[in-house]
């Protein structure tokens, strides 16, 4: 009974550490906003990968106020996930351009794609439709996009695989034209 006591009290610490450290990565560290450019961001990322079958797509874009970091790793996980959706004769294209007050940043993959029932629980922390991983990527990438005032969303890629597509909004500065000198 003492040793069967003494491995729930371990285990009981164990999951409290756990739990600990889950609460930690989950708290965001706060934004640090400055005028950059997306699609600058987008190609020092997809820099990282250079195994991968990567097209880019990138529109010129009005600058937006974005936290680098947090950006570079909403990319890199998207990155990750689609590689790995994909396989490893898979092939990923991003996208970004400007309609209306926003841009859009597109990510999608030749994998299998997201069934509809999953698509918005993917986005809650713990849940994964994988056999790894503890579920958290995507709810810190939906956290960062709508830290910076942005959406996210997934749907059936073009070819076939899943499509995550990110809505970030134009700041009004960005948006006036320069005014001609006569």
Do not use: W
């Not at 708290?27 to 640090?32: A, G, I, N, T």
């Not at 079958?53 to 990319?75: F, G, H, K, T, W």
């Amino acid at each position: 009974i003492e040793d069967c006591t003494e491995i729930v009290t371990e285990e009981g610490e164990s999951l409290r550490a756990l739990v600990h450290e889950f609460s930690d990565f989950a708290r965001m560290p706060s934004l640090f906003l400055k005028r950059d450019d997306l699609n600058h961001v987008t190609m020092d990322t997809v820099r990282l990968y250079p195994e991968a079958r990567i097209s880019l797509e990138l529109e010129d874009l009005p600058e937006l106020d974005l936290d680098i970091e947090q950006i570079r790793r909403v990319l890199i996980n998207l990155i990750e996930n689609s590689v790995e959706a994909a396989g490893e004769n898979g092939a990923l294209a991003i996208r970004t351009r400007s309609l209306n007050k926003t841009v859009k940043l597109q990510v999608s993959d030749s994998g299998p794609g997201v069934a509809e029932k999953d698509r918005e629980r993917i986005f809650q922390p713990y849940i994964s439709t994988k056999d790894s991983g503890m579920g958290l990527g995507l709810a810190v990438v939906r956290s960062i996009v709508e830290n910076h005032g942005g959406q996210i969303a997934v749907t059936d890629g073009p070819d076939g695989g899943a499509q995550f597509e990110i809505t970030l909004p134009i700041p009004e500065e960005s948006m006036k034209q320069p005014e001609v000198q006569p």
